[in-house]
């Protein structure tokens, strides 16, 4: 009967998806095996959010030391709540922040930590299962301690609605010994536009087959018209064409939304890392043994700049 905690990530009180994503699955498994679902949020009051994704109960910590994220801090907090309420696992979401934090945690508890997990079930103990070898596989793996700290890739869970009366408490963690080594000054964001990429539901990206930076702006068209995020390949990253911010791949962003569509897209492994577990892929290139098309779920062989355009108008006239 396990008692799951989830870590709910904020930025200046907004909410990370993927903490309710991860919320949502908790409450599937607590459902079925009994224990409870427990959030934690520094900085922000997740109370009511929380509840309605199925916390039963909800602990905040408010206060200048959490203001700004600062890993000292937040995971010596995060490591005392583990230590005081003792969940069998504490999910964290596979974020730029969750992949400093988790890590950290865990070896303050020296406990397991497995990162970029997209499967998580309890059978008298955790199985957590991860891709390996770029996306082309995946594993399944069993933490031997009594407490695992697990990474959740952003929409690995689906996001449900399990409203609770969760009860909302206060944690104060003790950080009177804590004497951060390094200060946030500032925050300067940079983003993939309007969408979070990594949360996305839909992503459109473009390659070296676009031809240009000035054509950039047709992946970003389409991206808008769906309502998507605007990706890239490492190519026209490398290429100085697009911003880093943008960039899908090992050395990029991992995403896993509900539709990908690659324009222009080789499908180098480096890239199909980043993108293998998007649950439909659409490939859009002239070259049909372009290695894109063993991934794709759909494959389109044909001219990009004769396809993106009329797409796009057609997706603006079927969503008005």
């Known amino acids: 009967m396990p008692n799951i905690a989830v870590f709910i990530e904020q930025r200046d009180g907004k909410f ?3 903490a309710w994503q991860m919320l949502s699955e908790a409450k599937r ?3 079925a095996s009994g224990g409870e679902v427990w959030a934690l949020c520094l900085g922000a009051d997740a109370s009511g959010e929380a509840a309605r994704y199925g916390a039963d109960k909800v602990f905040n910590a408010g206060g200048e030391s959490f203001a700004t994220y600062n890993s000292e801090l937040w995971s010596t907090a995060t490591a005392q709540f583990c230590s005081t309420h003792k969940p069998e696992v504490l999910l964290v979401g596979s974020t730029a922040m969750g992949k400093d934090l988790g890590p950290k945690v865990a070896a303050k508890l020296d406990c397991a930590c497995i990162s970029d997990a997209v499967g998580l079930t309890w059978a008298d103990g ?28 952003p929409n690995a869970f689906v996001l449900e609605e399990n409203a609770a009366a969760a009860a909302a408490e206060a944690f104060s963690p003790d950080l009177s010994g804590v004497d951060p080594k390094a200060q946030v000054q500032s925050i300067e964001a940079v983003g993939a536009g309007d969408v979070e990429l990594t949360e996305a539901e839909i992503v459109v990206s473009g390659g070296r087959g676009i031809k240009g930076p000035e054509s950039y702006e047709l992946i970003e068209k389409l991206a808008a018209a769906l309502g998507a995020a605007a990706g890239a390949s490492r190519a026209i990253v ?16 991992t995403v896993g939304p509900n539709l990908y569509i690659a324009c222009g897209i080789s499908g ?11 649950k439909c892929i659409v490939a859009i290139n002239k070259d049909a043994n372009a290695p894109i098309f063993k991934a ?3 494959g389109i062989v044909g001219d990009l700049f004769q396809i993106v355009p009329p797409l796009t108008e057609e997706v603006i006239k079927l969503r008005g």
Not at 238 to 253: C, E, R
């Open 16 to 18: 990370k998806k993927v």
């Open 29 to 31: 498994i607590t459902a």
């Open 126 to 153: 955790w199985t957590v299962r991860r891709p390996i070898y770029a996306g082309k596989c995946s594993i399944e793996v069993e933490p031997l301690t009594d407490m695992a700290v697990v990474g959740i890739r």
């Open 238 to 253: 490398d290429a100085g064409w697009v911003d880093y911010s943008h960039q899908v791949g090992q050395t990029g962003k």
């Open 268 to 278: 180098a492994i480096q890239h199909l890392a980043g993108m293998s577990s998007s």
């Open 296 to 298: 794709a779920d759909y």
